[in-house]
């Protein structure tokens, strides 16, 4: 992005007479213009919020001597209106982002597949629908669902846990022979 020249010595001063007779009345109506600016820019998305305000002062201080003699009003809102066409300047000339590649779920379900045959091959259908119930849910759900499953079978909590483990360990010499059979 090519940046607009930078205001002169004299421009700048000119800019800050125009906003204020007082100069440190005009420094701080500058002030706040600028990070104004910045706000608004970045709220839209801007994350060259400030290298866009910057080109928005320079091109107001460019247009300063025309601006003081023929501009009548409240001198932010030129600021903002110079600043909301850079900001669309800005828009055109970015590139859209590059999409993530495609996900590829072929191991997923290649894993996904080699459970089922094990879980019809190898244990019961009830202890098949235990083990895929003791996996279901996230965070908070899966805790409370597996404090239910354990109330339900009347064992403790811990009791679950190696009578789970037990099923897993019987399920996994099929699932890695399966995995071994499909890759090689």
Not at 100 to 119: A, S, Y
């Amino acid at each position: 992005m090519s940046k607009r020249e930078s205001p002169t010595h004299e421009a700048f001063a000119k800019l800050l007479a125009w906003l204020d007779s007082d100069r440190d009345k005009a420094v701080d109506q500058y002030e706040r213009i600028y990070f104004r600016l910045v706000r608004i820019l970045a709220a839209k998305g801007c994350f060259e919020a400030e290298d866009l305000a910057d080109q928005t002062v320079n091109v107001v201080a460019s247009k300063i001597d025309e601006l003081q003699q023929t501009f009548q009003g409240d001198p932010s809102l030129y600021f903002y209106g110079v600043a909301k066409k850079i900001y669309q300047e800005w828009l055109k000339r970015r590139t859209p982002p590059v999409p993530p590649p495609p996900i590829d779920n072929t191991e997923t379900e290649l894993r996904c597949g080699c459970l089922e045959k094990c879980l019809q091959k190898v244990i019961n259908a009830e202890e098949a629908r235990m083990v895929v119930r003791y996996h279901e849910g996230e965070g908070q759900e899966r805790i409370e669902n597996r404090k239910k499953m354990a109330a339900e079978l009347g064992i403790t909590l811990n009791a679950l846990r190696i009578r789970i483990c037990h099923l897993q360990a019987r399920l996994r010499p099929c699932i890695e022979e399966c995995l071994k059979e499909i890759e090689g």
